[in-house]
């Protein structure tokens, strides 16, 4: 069955940076595109960016200097790395399969992320 | 980017009641494009209905969707326990993709 299962760190300090992989099961990511969206304490879901399935991406443009998406496909996993992170970066960080028709079908369970030194 | 907003903020239902949230869009959007999710406390969010009004896999009967254009719902004809969740809908019509702020429902 499909599934994403995320990796990372859940403490990073200021101005560091982060980095999360995404290892999918059940579909190839030559396939699908994978998306990262994040979730603020207490807040809605914002979105991050995107790696489609040809290996290229898009990027939310707030975060576009600081944001990198890459993948191996060979290897089923997507990974989301994040620079100069700061205390309002703290949040809950997720993967999520795309759609032909641009919806999340699939998502991982989340990473939790803490900024603090 | 395409702006969604959502209303109520956040309701309180009684058992049985039906329920329905909007989602207003600040650019018109083909509904192939509206989506809804539900995430419960302590959840990732869980796709809920697709393309305006078909229902996920295992999505009771009871949810339902419609719209075109600005101007999108989502009902639950008769509120149960465990529909307790806040639901967000979401745009894949351009990039940025983008999230309603979220209707937080409770009940009575």
């Known amino acids: 069955q499909v599934q994403l299962k995320q990796s990372g760190p859940g403490l990073v300090q200021p101005s560091q940076s982060l980095s999360i992989t995404c290892t999918v099961s059940g579909f190839s990511l030559t396939s699908y595109g994978v998306h990262w969206v994040r979730q603020s304490p207490g807040k809605g879901l914002e979105w991050l960016g995107v790696?489609?399935?040809?290996?290229?991406?898009d990027y939310n443009a707030a975060f576009i200097s600081r944001l990198s998406i890459s993948k191996d496909n060979s290897k089923s996993q997507v990974f989301f790395k994040m620079n100069s992170l700061q205390a309002n970066d703290t949040a809950i960080y997720y993967c999520?399969?795309?759609?032909?028709?641009?919806?999340?079908?699939?998502w991982g369970q989340g990473t939790t992320l803490t900024v603090s030194s | 980017e395409i702006v969604l907003t959502q209303s109520p903020t956040t309701m309180a239902a009684s058992p049985g009641e039906k329920i329905t949230i909007t989602c207003s869009a600040s650019?018109?959007?083909?509904?192939?494009?509206l989506h809804w999710y539900q995430q419960k406390p302590g959840f990732s969010p869980k796709l809920l209905i697709y393309r305006t009004s078909n229902l996920a896999s295992g999505v009771p009967a009871r949810f339902s969707g419609s719209g075109s254009g600005t101007s999108y719902s989502l009902t639950i004809g008769t509120m149960e326990a465990e529909d307790v969740a806040t639901y967000y809908c979401q745009q894949g019509s351009s990039i940025p993709r983008t999230f309603g702020g979220g209707t937080k429902l409770e009940i009575k």
């Open positions: 790696i489609w399935s040809g290996g290229s991406t």
């Open positions: 650019s018109s959007i083909s509904s192939n494009y």
């Open positions: 999520a399969r795309n759609t032909m028709m641009n919806y999340f079908d699939y």
